[in-house]
């Protein structure tokens, strides 16, 4: 026989569960999807690695994301217990429920800023451009783009990376370091020169790091996609012949390398001494001189079908293209007496 006394406490058990958990469950509903601040200016939080989910919440909670981190920490008990908060930086824009703002640490979406890397530029302009007055950022940049071992299979000339960091914007957390920025670079070339552009350039008898070089003097030479195949027609003939280069980018980047470069060229540094001067050596300079884009890339394992052998800029940004020196040499006088109007 079960006694009174007993019956009434297992009554109130149950009337507790009854009444207090749907009260405590819809509490806590109530507190993940009660919205935050109003609409101001973005929050930004960095969650560390290894810490706890408290030290989260509370993180959170200081940041004005949320109201009670207890009550985000029991909700996370009972309606997320299997997952866990990722480490990283977090961007987040007001008015937004608390839901919203562990379920974003959770899935590990961190906040990430573009990095935009032009065509053409060499290693050293990127290292400047991508860490602008960090001297030390630069510094580090430049012991990172040493790191040929990210290229050593294909290239095993490499003495650093230039030609094999990819022109291209990049989405990195904004304490990423220099290694990690080098590395996706080196990654996205690896990516682009894919096994067909590799079968190309097999094709054509040239190397990764030849298809780089020539790829590069094709970006500096000119800025227009329709030319490109074009400019390379032109090295991949005198080159077929013997015929030296004559390209006035590889004298620009030899006298960067010095230190000697001034913005412009003059005709006595067509004379100046460097194996990567094509007027002084014939054939492909040492390696590239640039970090050139996926349309010279292409250009250089495809170039058009022309037997050009000159061309020379007409001021406008465009060239025109020769097949013989008589050609050219008209071509020349023609848009030099159009500049000297």
Excluded at 312 to 320: E, F, K, L, M, W
Aim: aromatic share 8%; net charge neutral; with cysteine.
């Amino acid at each position: 026989m079960v006694r009174p006394v007993v019956t009434k406490a297992i009554r109130a058990v149950l009337l507790t569960a009854v009444v207090v958990i749907p009260a405590a469950s819809g509490w806590l509903v109530r507190e993940l999807r009660t919205t935050g601040p109003q609409p101001g200016e973005p929050v930004l939080v960095e969650i560390e690695r290894g810490w706890s989910a408290r030290a989260v919440l509370e993180r959170l909670s200081r940041a004005g994301l949320v109201r009670s981190a207890l009550a985000l920490r029991l909700a996370c008990r009972a309606f997320y217990p299997g997952e866990s908060f990722k480490a990283g930086e977090y961007l987040f824009t007001t008015p937004l429920e608390p839901k919203a703002a562990i379920l974003q640490v959770f899935a590990g979406r961190i906040h990430l800023v573009p990095v935009v890397v032009p065509e053409g530029l060499t290693g050293e302009e990127i290292a400047a451009l991508v860490r602008p007055g960090d001297a030390e950022g630069a510094a580090s940049f430049r012991r990172a783009f040493l790191a040929t071992e990210l290229i050593a299979d294909w290239d095993p000339r490499a003495q650093d990376l230039e030609g094999y960091i990819f022109p291209d914007t990049y989405r990195l957390p904004r304490k990423a370091s220099e290694e990690d920025l080098i590395e996706a670079m080196v990654a996205e070339f690896r990516e682009v020169f894919d096994e067909d552009r590799r079968r190309r350039a097999a094709e054509l008898g040239l190397s990764v790091r030849d298809v780089v070089t020539l790829a590069s003097l094709i970006e500096e030479e000119t800025a227009l996609p329709e030319e490109r195949p074009l400019v390379s027609a032109v090295f991949h003939n005198r080159r077929r012949i013997g015929m030296k280069l004559d390209c006035d980018p590889t004298v620009a980047y030899a006298l960067k390398r010095a230190g000697r470069y001034t913005g412009r060229l003059l005709l006595r540094d067509l004379r100046f001494e460097s194996p990567y001067n094509t007027y002084l050596h014939a054939g492909l300079p040492p390696g590239p001189i640039s970090n050139p884009g996926r349309e010279s890339l292409d250009a250089a394992l495809r170039p058009a079908a022309e037997s050009y052998l000159y061309f020379v800029a007409r001021g406008d940004g465009s060239h025109a293209f020769s097949r013989t020196l008589g050609e050219h040499l008209d071509a020349v006088r023609r848009f030099r007496a159009l500049k000297n109007r």
